[in-house]
């Protein structure tokens, strides 16, 4: 028999209501979907409608011009990346190629190297499955997935604020294997709301678009703009922020270190995310 799950309908319910995904409750409480449903169900709960997209919101747009692709953009909105696509053909934005070339002696050659799928696709922007099927087409066998050893040093680094995905590079793993390793080990998963389709701020959309922006070259770190500063912080991160006087334009920044960035804010206060 199965083992049972300990899951409060009524937390789940209240969860769902809250704007969160099943897939986003499923995820924080490590079971399944058809587990939560059931716990929705329990409740009463009437199902949002799939893929539905809640409003028209020109962010999308200003976004996917900033290089985020409308995979993530969905994941922030609590939509399908159809619905962004659709959203962003409406608004008359040329959209970029959903396909990507990719060079698959390199793939192979990386791959025999030891370098593992979810890597290689994090690191070519595609899905794992478009990976294997590169490989399998050049007639490389696929490895079976292994167990990753724990090592100490991923919940250090998940509690000094790296995400899952960093971790994950780092030790040349499964986004899976972390968070099986980190919830085995007691520490609590900060599941940012934006990335499980529930509802977000401001603040969230803004910090996601420049972390994306830096990853991918569109915004490079400069020093204060009040200041001058330019160096690190006692815990070792860098010491100057990417701050937003308005939350409704995410890539409008200024650069402020910690003590001018806490200076702004007591004067002043960001302009909130509008809604639409």
Not at 80 to 104: F, H, I, K, N
Request: charged letters at 25%.
């Amino acid at each position: 028999m199965g083992k049972t799950l300990d899951i409060s309908s009524k937390a789940v319910a209240k969860k769902y209501r809250s704007g969160m995904t099943v897939k986003g409750i499923a995820i924080e409480y490590g079971t399944t979907i058809p587990t939560i449903t059931r716990r929705l169900k329990t409740e009463q709960v009437k199902m949002r409608p799939k893929g539905k997209l809640k409003r028209k919101d020109p962010r999308m747009v200003e976004l996917y011009e900033g290089g985020i692709n409308g995979i993530e953009i969905a994941k922030l909105f609590g939509c399908t990346p159809a619905c962004v696509y659709q959203y962003l053909w409406e608004m008359g934005v040329s959209v970029r190629s959903l396909t990507v070339d990719l060079d698959d002696k390199e793939i192979c050659h990386k791959y025999s190297q030891g370098i593992g799928l979810d890597r290689l696709a994090t690191e070519y922007g595609v899905k794992y499955l478009t990976i294997r099927s590169h490989l399998v087409k050049c007639g490389v066998s696929i490895r079976p997935p292994t167990t990753s050893t724990y090592d100490p040093e991923m919940c250090v680094l998940y509690k000094s604020g790296e995400t899952v995905e960093v971790i994950a590079k780092l030790f040349n793993v499964t986004t899976h294997n972390i968070i099986k390793h980190l919830r085995k080990h007691g520490v609590k998963l900060k599941y940012p709301v934006k990335v499980l389709g529930g509802p977000f701020t401001g603040g969230d959309v803004a910090r996601y678009a420049v972390r994306v922006a830096i990853e991918k070259g569109k915004l490079i770190p400069q020093p204060c703009e009040e200041c001058g500063y330019d160096g690190l912080n006692k815990n070792g991160a860098r010491g100057v922020h990417a701050h937003h006087p308005d939350y409704n334009h995410p890539l409008q920044i200024i650069w402020l270190c910690s003590r001018c960035h806490k200076a702004w804010h007591r004067k002043y206060s960001a302009i909130p995310l509008t809604t639409h």
